[in-house]
Every structure is written in structure tokens, then in C-alpha cells.
């Protein structure tokens, strides 16, 4: 599903990435741990094709993405990967079926299909009675739990997630770590997850460890 080959990233001076190989397999839920600036959060940065590697090359599902035009890449993003962030960016003038809609809209999708689409991911998210809520009208659990549901508009073969149940309660975490391993068995996605969470990273399928831009 994802290869990563000699993956280097540096700013100015300091080499954050020193060579990365990593393949990842159809379905899995990775953990990636480590201190901070060990480099994780810009691996899982270069593998969603936010941001391209100094050298070395990623494949998804056989294709070298960094060899795509800008805006090729950026549709391709659009529609295969999915991002979940600590923060998670909801606009707050829109309420939270408007807010997963958006980059289904971006896709240019049908706006009918990705209205039915979007009550679909909020019923099955358990989500349903607040559909028409604005963001400062839901939980931490419930905003982020939006926000996994923007990720899955467009049916993306992989989900990001970067820290994302940093800012939860121990309910609302245990609940958000449920979520990615019912993505996983119910609707096939890949999961990546860069955290600090001992708790999440045990469940995983692989832990992994990266420690000063190398996967130990």
C-alpha cells in the first residue's frame, strides 16, 4: 500500500529525516512513536504529500506521488487520503455536516451524493442529532469525531493522524481509538498515527519507534 524509500528531510542545517524505509501494508493501523522532534509529525507530513522529502521517493500502491505536477498531487490527496490532526480545524462558522462536506465539494462531487455521504460518516460516528451544530456547540470528542469524518468524504484508502487524541479526555480518547480500528475492520482503510499515547500505540498492529529521523 505505502512504500517509503530513504526518505531525508532537512531545514537549513538541521537533518530532521536521515533515511526512512518503511512499508506499510492494506489495512494496517501503524503507531509511530518517539520524543518529540524525533521527526514524526514531518514523515507523516511527506506521507500525505504535504510536504516533499529532500531526497528518496514514496509509493502508494505502486505510485511514485512526488513525480506528480502540484495539482496532480493535490487531487490525488484529495481523494485517497484522509488527515485527522490534534487540532482539528473545524470552521466554526459552519456546522458539522457543512464542515465534512467541504472537501468532497473540493473533489467537485455531486453536492447531493456528498450531503447523503457526510449524514452517512455522522450516523455512523454516532453523530446524527448533531448535524446541524456549529463547532463551539460540540464536545472536544465530538469536534474531533467531525473531524474524522471530513477525513472519510471522499472514501480515502489511507487516514493521517497526527496526535489526535491530544487534547481528549481519557473517555473521549479511549472512544477515538476505538474509531480507527473500526475504520480498519469495517471499512478497510490503512491508518497511520504519529502520538504520544502508550495506550493507543499498544493497540496498533506495528509500533514503531523513531528516535533522531531514523525507525528504530
Do not use: W
Amino acid at each position: 500500500m505505502i512504500v517509503s524509500k530513504n526518505i531525508t528531510k532537512s531545514f537549513g542545517n538541521l537533518k530532521v529525516l536521515k533515511g526512512i524505509d518503511l512499508t506499510i501494508e492494506k489495512g494496517e493501523v501503524i503507531s509511530i512513536v518517539g520524543p518529540s522532534g524525533a521527526g514524526k509529525s514531518t514523515f507523516l507530513q511527506i506521507l500525505g504529500t504535504l510536504s516533499r522529502p529532500d531526497s528518496g521517493e514514496i509509493l502508494i500502491e505502486g505510485v511514485p506521488v512526488f513525480d506528480y505536477s502540484s495539482d496532480k498531487m493535490a487531487r490525488f490527496r484529495n481523494r485517497h487520503i484522509g488527515f485527522v490532526f490534534q487540532f482539528h480545524h473545524l470552521l466554526p462558522e459552519f456546522t458539522a455536516l457543512e464542515n465534512v462536506c467541504i472537501p468532497g465539494y473540493i473533489a467537485k462531487n455531486s453536492k447531493q451524493q456528498v450531503m447523503e455521504r457526510a449524514r452517512e460518516l455522522l450516523a455512523f460516528l454516532n453523530l446524527s442529532d448533531r448535524l446541524m451544530h456549529k463547532p463551539e456547540e460540540l464536545s472536544g470528542g465530538e469536534q474531533q469525531r467531525v473531524a474524522v469524518a471530513r477525513a472519510m468524504i471522499n472514501s480515502p484508502d489511507i487516514i493521517l493522524a497526527d496526535e489526535p487524541s491530544g487534547n481528549l479526555d481519557t473517555h473521549n480518547r479511549t472512544e477515538l481509538h476505538r474509531l480507527f480500528f473500526r475504520l480498519r475492520d469495517e471499512l478497510g482503510q490503512t491508518v497511520v498515527i504519529v502520538t504520544h499515547d502508550d495506550n493507543l500505540a499498544e493497540m496498533s498492529d506495528r509500533k514503531l519507534t523513531m528516535i533522531d529521523g531514523i525507525i528504530q
